[in-house]
């Protein structure tokens, strides 16, 4: 199939692409076209904000923890109804391995990259054709000036361009095109009071730049995965979603689904009890920024904690982790009773305690994903397995108490079924 599509990247992170991108959704989608957006690589908060935008699903896209198969596949079901692709990059056009510019080779998607501009010039177009001739294999179409101060700012800028490259427009400073963030990342769509009006307004800001324009057609090809095995066939898993446990690719729910599971949300900060299930995810999320109103839930903490005397199975991530945990001191550096299933406790350390791409091996296949946060867990536990690096070093452990699996990492449920199936069935 053949639909306009382009990779939105830029030289670093904290350029502005996220916005940019999620603008650029709102405008096309306001113009009445179907946007389609992904991410390139391990992110929850972004496609947050970025379905918002478009009113479109939102799936990662990663040739080593989807798998180059996947992305393919994505891609190419999308170009089916889609009037526009957008793909939003991570960090900088090369960094990463793989890169957003692998992911862009991969698929043949051309390359738009978003520069902050702000106090430069002439070091505009050194940046863009530094980009634009690094590899080869990526093509970078064009530049868009970010922060831009005014309308002879964005004449110098443009002049600045390398032959080959197309200005695509200046973005002048506005308040619509931020976003609040915190220590993971964008604050969650949710939390947004005000975030439909600011993607509008925002849209209106690029539109009035001349950025409404489609970028060129790209052919997508990518054939479909093989169904999944019915291993979770009649299964009831509750999944904690709201504030406090947000942190879930859309792909792991749809996969359960698909392997026969009735999947249940549930609110461990408002719901007084379980739903009857047989199995339990508790994913990441912001469990400190909620921890007292976690710890005065005593039906929630008590629902839970007969689940897990009953010996059914519990898959706790990161956030999930520390709801599991005896206790949370949040940043302010209070300490909350929490389940404790998990002896010992997790405390907010202030920085980044663990970053990276990661994998956990068993004989049903390499569960593929990430880490990524800023707690710690103070236990005298001995974790039962560990999670390596990609360059093959231990990285989190991974917990295992009665039918409970609680760990750092954050999994990419598709990557391998039989694995997941595993760690929530009894």
Known sequence: MTVPALLIAAPGSGQGKSMITAALARLHRNAGRRVRVFKHGPDYLDPMVQERASGTPVYQ????????????WRLAEAAREADLILVEGSMGLFDGDPSSADLAALAGLPVAVVIDARAMAETFGALVGGLARHRDDVRVIGAIANRVGSPGHARMLAGSLPEGVEWLGAVPRDEALHVPDRH???????????????LDAASAVLAEAGLGRLPPPVALHGEAPPAP????HGQRIAVARDAAFAFAYRANLELLEAMGAEVVPFSPLRDATLPPCDALWLPGGYPELYAATLAAN????????????AGRPTLAECGGLMYCAESLVD????????LG??????EMAGRLTGIGLQSLSRPEGE???HTFHHSRLETALEPTEQTV??????AEGVYRVGSLTATYFHAYFPSAPEVVAGLLSR
């Not at 896209?61 to 393919?72: I, S």
């Not at 005593?298 to 005397?309: L, P, V, Y």
């Not at 940043?331 to 929490?338: D, L, N, S, T, Y």
């Open 61 to 72: 896209l990663h040739p080593w923890m989807t798998g180059e198969a996947e992305c393919r």
């Open 389 to 394: 690096r990609r360059s093959g070093s231990p």
């Open 298 to 309: 005593d039906g929630m903490r008590a629902a839970i904690g007969e689940h897990h005397a």
């Open 184 to 198: 993971l990342g964008l604050v969650q769509a949710g939390e947004v009071a005000d975030l439909d009006a600011r």
């Open 341 to 346: 299933l998990l002896a010992g406790r997790a």
């Open 331 to 338: 940043g302010e550096g209070v300490e909350h009773p929490m």
């Open 367 to 369: 569960l593929r994903g």
């Open 229 to 232: 095995p019915r291993r979770l």
